[in-house]
Antibody, heavy 117, light 110 residues
Framework: EVQLVESGGGLVQPGGSLRLSCVAS????????MSWVRQAPGKGLEWVAN????????NYVDSVKGRFIISRDNAENSLYLQMNSLRAEDTAVYYC??????????WGQGTLVTVSS | QSALTQPASVSGSPGQSITISCTGT?????????VCWYQQHPGKAPKLMIY???YRPSGVSNRFSGSKSGNTASLTISGLQAEDEADYYC??????????FGGGTKLTVL
């Protein structure tokens, strides 16, 4: 059974940083593109970033470029999202998902990030 | 780039069929056969229901079907069941921002 388990969310002040983690199991992690997708409270889905199988290609939505960094550790079956210079508008549930752009086949349960003073 | 356009809500009675539309542009829905549909129950993660316009992942009921005409994609749910009540989101690959989602449609089973 495929499982994606996110952690690392919480309350952070504007301008602060957080690092999200996602541990994968049940599939060969190193063979798949992975993404982060977020959902602001009561809002729709927004793709945030993705990373290719070996971590050599990374892509970001414009609103997080220069502030967020996606990375992965295939030896640990883990995906990360380093979030810096956080803003109120980054408040959302962040989902780890298996997939590139065309589709996200599997999703984690999400971790809530709240940016507030 | 604006989100794909979905109706805010649709409803139907058990056993009926409903269709949710997803309208984009010639840069996304109209240009690529990479339209997906996700189902999201309250407080839960999205679940992929349809990919590449009309394909169902393993395990998804054949009551769910997808189609596309021009810049508009559609999700049809036949034989509506109480468990289908959820939010539904479409997404499409786009040449501009790579992926774009719809605003979501709340399905109510009466």
């Amino acid at each position: 059974e495929v499982q994606l388990v996110e952690s690392g969310g919480g309350l952070v002040q504007p301008g602060g940083s957080l690092r999200l983690s996602c541990v994968a199991s049940g599939f060969t992690f190193r063979r798949y593109w992975m993404s982060w997708v977020r959902q602001a409270p009561g809002k729709g889905l927004e793709w945030v970033a993705n990373i290719n199988e070996d971590g050599s290609e990374k892509n970001y939505v414009d609103s997080v470029k220069g502030r967020f960094i996606i990375s992965r550790d295939n030896a640990e079956n883990s995906l990360y999202l380093q979030m810096n210079s956080l803003r109120a508008e980054d408040t959302a549930v962040y989902y780890c998902a298996e997939g590139r752009w065309e589709r996200q086949d599997q999703w984690g349960q999400g971790t809530l990030v709240t940016v507030s003073s | 780039q604006s989100a794909l356009t979905q109706p805010a809500s649709v409803s139907g009675s058990p056993g009926q069929s409903i269709t949710i539309s997803c309208t984009g542009t010639s840069s996304d829905v109209g240009a690529y056969n990479y339209v997906c549909w996700y189902q999201q129950h309250p407080g839960k993660a999205p679940k992929l229901m349809i990919y590449d316009v009309s394909y169902r992942p393993s395990g998804v009921s054949n009551r769910f079907s997808g189609s596309k005409s021009g810049n508009t994609a559609s999700l049809t749910i036949s034989g509506l069941q109480a468990e289908d009540e959820a939010d539904y989101y479409c997404s499409s690959y786009t040449s501009i921002t790579h992926v774009i989602f719809g605003g979501g449609t709340k399905l109510t089973v009466l």
